[in-house]
């Protein structure tokens, strides 16, 4: 008898025993969480943005607007209030008898306060039987915001020219707009309109487009430009003479504050000359561009 009350004794025990485990598995599982995945957050690195498109000074324009990017087509403002810079031109058009012509012209550069720059320019030409001063010209620029903050940025320029040689003066307005396509990407388009103001009262209709493209940050772009001009006179307005010229441009900056562009154009219509070549080498003297950042490909950004 003792046997058997101790072996149903132990049997209790263990149902009861077996019936509390299975309770606690039971309630562990359904207390039991969804799992959770976490993933590392990716972060931008800092190399792969362009300095050239960082913003720079009190317009927080990008650095590649300071220097001139496009010797047919301006964009936006080059110098910060107070700040110079000059640039050497040399235009050389070859016409389709074979002679040759360069205009030559000294720009100096100076930022003004309120989104304002003033330009003066001294011009001469050589052609084949002389050398002789062609013109002086004063400019100013406005900008109608800071960078950004309206579509294309669009800034108005004046020119005023003072003939030489009995040529009479002129007055030139351009609207000049320009912005970014993405990473690299830069462009410019300008809309002009330039009057004599006597003699054959010549009057000008053109525009001029470009897009760049960054090949070494802060060191070397390569891109397409072009110009189209409608050009009248007094008395002959229905004979408009028309040029349409195209070619490459290559810009590059030798230091942060020094840049050399070329861009030979080539003429498409009868007007046109046979190839227009354009050299500008500029110096600024404002602070300029870091040096800290290394120059690298733009392919190998982000890498």
């Excluded at 030489?164 to 002129?170: E, V, Y």
């Excluded at 307005?173 to 320009?178: H, I, N, P, S, V």
């Amino acid at each position: 008898m003792k046997v058997r009350r101790w072996a149903a004794v132990v049997g209790m025990n263990m149902c009861a025993a077996a019936g509390l485990y299975a309770a606690e598995v039971s309630q562990a599982t359904t207390n039991t969480l969804p799992e959770i995945v976490v993933r590392k957050a990716v972060s931008v690195a800092p190399d792969t943005v362009l300095q050239e498109e960082q913003a720079v000074g009190p317009y927080r324009q990008p650095e590649w607007t300071t220097e001139r990017r496009f010797p047919t087509t301006r964009v936006y403002l080059q110098e910060s209030p107070y700040e110079m810079g000059v640039e050497q031109w040399d235009r050389i058009r070859e016409f389709k008898d074979g002679s040759v012509e360069h205009r030559f012209s000294e720009e100096f550069e100076l930022g003004l306060p309120h989104r304002f720059q003033l330009d003066i320019y001294e011009t001469w030409k050589a052609g084949p039987d002389d050398v002789h001063q062609d013109e002086e010209s004063i400019e100013f620029r406005y900008a109608f915001a800071d960078w950004g903050r309206l579509p294309l940025n669009p800034t108005l320029y004046l020119e005023y020219t003072f003939g030489t040689h009995g040529d009479p003066d002129a007055l030139e307005g351009k609207l000049l707009l320009g912005d970014e396509i993405g990473q690299g990407w830069h462009y410019g388009v300008n809309l002009i309109c330039e009057q004599g103001l006597w003699g054959e009262r010549s009057t000008e209709l053109a525009g001029a487009a470009a897009i760049g493209r960054t090949v070494i940050d802060r060191k070397l772009s390569l891109g397409i430009e072009s110009e189209y001009a409608n050009e009248t006179a007094e008395g002959s307005r229905g004979a408009p003479e028309v040029s349409f010229l195209l070619g490459p441009s290559v810009q590059w900056r030798i230091t942060p504050k020094t840049h050399l562009d070329l861009a030979p154009l080539f003429g498409l219509t009868h007007d046109s000359p046979r190839v227009e070549s354009w050299i500008v080498l500029g110096y600024d003297f404002g602070p300029g561009t870091s040096d800290q950042a290394a120059a690298a490909p733009v392919s190998t950004k982000g890498r």
